[in-house]
């Protein structure tokens, strides 16, 4: 990505960052259509876009229903610039000493956009689901958010947060507890929870074969393991909330998405399902609800004024 291509991005209030060309519509499409509504200027920065495979399209077509502004990054996605990546297995679950080298350069990449954009806050993924693009981009829009005193909040990734007990599982690998956001349960109860979600999930159904099971148990004993662990922060959850006429705008966006819809739920009345199951859960019967993180490190440095390192 060039400077010239940042420097010529117009101001926007509110920053969204989205792994690949689909993340922000599928987990933040609700809230998206807010901002705009309010006449909030919206950005959305999708970073990991190399190679496309034709879904640039889908992309324009998605934001166009939802009337954001997109951004592409132009990083090259995980299967191709590391061939450890190449199965989708060890995206979800491998973890390589590398990625934090790509994490450092897309905080790079988002410092130089916040800056030139200069938004009231960042919104990005939380890394729910263990896809390693998602949690590099995590990093990096914490990084880039310290470093730039900007307030920063975290989506559920969808649909791999549709995994019951998957977004408890990434808050404790980050060391954060959820307070009494999350009801409370036993570890291997949360463990047994996953596990059946996961077993059941079209996504991990469609890409993650036989060969695959020896990395994913290790994985997901670890992802357990980290529930035992000492929790050194705390994140609080917002629960944005919308009524039942944003639905067909947010399947319209979705439905733009015509090479993922299949991969990820099958077909797009199963993604209906599966958002009215995940609005539910958050206390919305009917309508549609989002869940968003803030950490309380992160909100204590912006209330100091203080970037971070």
């Keep these: 990505m060039t400077a010239d291509a940042v420097s010529g991005l117009e101001p926007a209030d509110i920053l969204y960052v989205s792994p690949h060309l689909d993340d922000v519509a599928l987990s933040c499409g609700g809230r998206v ?69 790509v994490a450092a350069e897309t905080a790079e990449l988002l410092v130089r956009i916040l800056e030139q954009v200069q938004p009231k806050e960042i919104v990005g993924p939380l890394g729910v689901g263990g896809h390693v693009d998602h949690r590099n981009c995590h990093q990096a829009t914490r990084d880039a958010a310290r470093r730039t005193g900007t307030a920063a909040s975290f989506y559920d990734d969808r649909p791999y947060s549709f995994v019951d007990e998957s977004v408890r599982l990434r808050l404790a ?109 958050l206390g919305v019967t009917e309508g549609h609800a989002e869940r968003y993180w803030r950490f309380a490190d992160d909100a204590e440095s912006e209330n100091r004024g203080e970037p971070g390192a």
Excluded at 61 to 85: N, Q
Excluded at 232 to 237: L, M, P, S, V
Aim: hydrophobic share 40%; aromatic share 8%.
């Design 33 to 101: 259509l807010a901002d705009r509504e309010a006449g909030r200027r919206v950005l959305v920065v999708s970073l990991f876009t190399e190679p496309a495979h034709g879904r640039r399209k889908e992309e324009r077509k998605a934001l166009a229903v939802l009337d954001a502004t997109g951004f592409d990054g132009r990083l090259i996605d995980a299967p191709d610039r590391d061939p450890a990546y190449r199965r989708f297995a060890a995206i979800l679950f491998a973890r390589n000493p590398q990625d934090a080298e």
């Design 173 to 281: 690998e980050l060391a954060v507890s959820p307070g009494d956001d999350l009801p409370a349960r036993s570890w291997p109860s949360s463990a047994w929870r996953y596990v059946r979600g996961l077993l059941r999930a079209r996504f991990a159904r469609a890409m993650v074969g036989p060969r695959d099971l020896p990395l994913t148990l290790r994985a997901t004993w670890a992802l357990v393991a980290s529930l035992r662990r000492q929790q050194r922060e705390t994140a609080r959850a917002e629960v944005h909330r919308f009524e039942p006429d944003v639905l067909p705008r947010l399947r319209e966006s979705v439905a733009c998405y015509r090479s993922q819809v299949g991969p990820l739920f099958g077909h797009l009345d199963r993604w209906a399902e599966q958002t009215a199951e995940a609005a539910a859960e």
